[in-house]
């Protein structure tokens, strides 16, 4: 396996963020349950992408960058919650590793990684939602995780296609 860091990021600069949308973008169209359902094109992307690095700043959410020899590779997203009674745990989104580099253990890596972030936080447990039909949630177990809930119908990725939401947590 490549040699793989991943670090939580405070700041997007420009450069990162170029980085980051073809990211989002190529992992998107090659069929990745990320928020999008393909063709999308940058211009697509990037509104959601500059709404997570408001909130980076704002220290609502916090960026994991997964990189292999310096480069960027993928990323994930920890929401924390605003809520004095919810501070012990966070959600992860957006959880991606771009098409060229998937099956390789980088998913796992940025996983561990994610988690290494979330302990150093002080946060118990995390939870994430797995879009039904995918079987993404195999991966999401291998890591820890186990199913405790869906929601019946919740993802409409086309007219006609309405997928279960599948909710997942693990406790660090
Ligand atoms: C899901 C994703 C992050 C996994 O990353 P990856 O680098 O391909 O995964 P790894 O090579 O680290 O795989 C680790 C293990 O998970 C399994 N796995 C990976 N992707 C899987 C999938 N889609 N379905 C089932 N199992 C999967 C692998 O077989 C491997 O199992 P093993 O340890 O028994 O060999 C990556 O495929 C991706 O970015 N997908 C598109 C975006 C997406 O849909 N993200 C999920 C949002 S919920």
């Not at 990745?32 to 928020?35: D, M, S, Y």
């Not at 119908?153 to 006609?160: D, E, L, Q, S, Y």
């Given at each position: 396996m490549p040699h793989a860091e991943v670090t939580a990021q405070s700041t997007v600069d420009e450069p990162l963020r170029a980085q980051l949308l073809a990211c989002w973008t190529d992992v998107s169209n090659a069929g990745?349950?990320?928020?999008f359902v393909p063709p999308v094109t940058a211009e697509d992307v990037a509104p959601v992408l500059d709404a997570v690095v408001d909130r980076v700043r704002a220290g609502r959410e916090v960026l994991a960058l997964l990189r292999v020899d310096g480069e960027l590779a993928g990323f994930a997203v920890l929401s924390l919650s605003m809520s004095p009674l919810r501070r012990h745990w966070a959600t992860v989104l957006r959880v991606q590793v771009h098409p060229d580099r998937q099956g390789q253990g980088l998913g796992r890596a940025l996983m561990t990684g994610v988690h290494d972030v979330a302990r150093a936080r002080g946060l118990e447990f995390l939870h994430l939602t797995v879009r039904g039909g995918t079987g993404i949630e195999a991966f999401y177990q291998g890591l820890g995780y186990r199913e405790f809930g869906r929601m019946p119908?919740?993802?409409?990725?086309?007219?006609?296609d309405d997928r279960d939401e599948l909710h997942l947590t693990c406790r660090l």
């Open positions: 990745g349950a990320v928020g119908g919740a993802i409409r990725v086309a007219p006609g």
